[in-house]
């Protein structure tokens, strides 16, 4: 019951972040990477993983470096 309720909270709620966040902050194109960032922001914030902003920044940073192969 309370995932359940955590699940409809996030998904009713504005986004954390939105692409054009992405784009500006971690000077990425448009393109299918921040979809995949945008998406795996929200599956943490789902999760309970993450729950601000702060969060979800920290988060696209993890994702977006080299060592993970996201932005290759």
Do not use: W, Y
């Not at 299918?32 to 309970?48: Q, W």
């Amino acid at each position: 019951m309370v995932s359940h309720r955590r699940e409809e909270a996030a998904t009713s709620s504005p986004p954390l972040i939105t692409g054009h966040d992405l784009m500006a902050r971690f000077d990425l194109p448009p393109g299918p990477v921040i979809g995949r960032i945008l998406n795996d922001i929200k599956l943490a914030r789902l999760a309970g993983e993450i729950q601000t902003r702060d969060q979800a920044l920290d988060l696209a940073l993890h994702l977006v470096s080299p060592s993970d192969g996201m932005t290759e």
